[in-house]
Structures are given as C-alpha cells and as structure tokens.
C-alpha cells in the first residue's frame, strides 16, 4: 500500500472520529439539558394548587386512565374519557400531606413515588383503596404535568345515570376554586 493511501486513510478515521465525537458531546449535552433546566416539583406544587388557569394547562387531557363505571346491569364495565370538563380542580389542602385520625380511622395522604421525574400523590384512609390518586411526571420540555389521576367523584360504583350530576356537581366547585384562585 502506498504512503500516500495510508496517510489519506489516517486522515479520514482521523476526521471521522472527531466528528464522531463532537455529536456525541452534543448529544450528551442535550441529554443534560433537560435536568438542567427542569422545573422544581415543589414551585410547580405550588403554583398549579393556586390558579385554575396555570393547572388546566399543566394536565395532559384526557388522561391516560379514564372513568370507569359499572352499568346498570350489575356486570358490564362502560368508560369515558377523563376529560377537562371532568376534571375537579385541586388545592393545596387536597394535595397536602397528612396523617389525620377521624373517629378511630386513619386517613392518610402523602406520595407514595417520588422519583426525579415521576411523582405519585395518594390519598385515602388506611386499609382501603386511595380516594384520590395523582400522577405527574417531568416531560421532555422540563415541565411537570399531571398525566393520570382517579377521584372519588367518579367512582367505580357510581351510576351511570349519576354522571351528569357528578361532572356538575365538579365543575360547580371548579367555578367556586376559579373564584378564589383564577
């Protein structure tokens, strides 16, 4: 093999490698940037329990699970998008974490994840099923969103029927919470 073909092959997997590594650093600065830039959960927490405008914005609608009650007929299951018209809006007082012992039960409401990007709120008493339950995860524009949720106001063995009366019993208190907290 020639001199010159050597070094004219040196050259290319020379030019090669540096462009190999010039994307990759910027891959690997761009898989960092999101962290860095990353809203805080708790500032987020804060602003989303405290205006109704700022929370309708941050909940990925319709959520991933949506309503499921039991028919008429005692058997069959029937689903309905958990929508923003659905949705009851949710203040601090909802979200705070406690223990409280009400005449001799315990409710207790905490997150139970809590993961750099993932967090779970919970909230029900002890030995039975969560009444509310709130998933927000990070996305990829660094923002948090709630992405899942289940209420009280729509469980599994409301009616069908009832559903009208529960989705205007909801956005009767969402007016009142956008009252207080536009």
């Not at 050597?6 to 590594?21: D, E, K, M, R, T």
């Not at 699970?65 to 958990?82: H, N, R, V, W, Y």
């Not at 205007?168 to 907290?181: G, I, K, Y």
Request: hydrophobic content about 35%; charged content about 30%.
């Amino acid at each position: 093999m020639s001199t010159k073909r050597v070094v004219s092959i040196a050259l290319v997997a020379l030019l090669l490698s540096g462009i190999s590594l010039q994307v990759c650093g910027h891959r690997a600065e761009k898989r960092e940037e999101p962290s860095q830039t990353a809203e805080d959960f708790r500032a987020f927490l804060k602003k989303f329990t405290a205006s109704a405008a700022f929370q309708y914005t941050r909940v990925k609608f319709p959520l991933r699970t949506p309503i499921s009650l039991l028919a008429d007929d005692g058997e069959t299951e029937k689903q309905f998008p958990f929508t923003r018209e659905k949705w009851p809006l949710l203040d601090e007082e909802t979200l705070k974490e406690e223990r409280l012992v009400e005449e001799g039960m315990v409710y207790v409401s905490r997150f139970t994840v809590d993961e750099p990007k993932r967090k779970v709120f919970e909230g029900g008493y002890e030995e039975s099923e969560p009444d509310l339950r709130v998933e927000f995860e990070l996305l990829s524009d660094g923002k948090w969103y709630v992405v899942d949720a289940y209420s009280n106001w729509y469980p599994y063995d409301l009616p069908i029927g009832e559903l009208p009366a529960a989705i205007r019993s909801v956005q009767d208190e969402n007016e009142a919470f956008t009252e207080l907290h536009p």
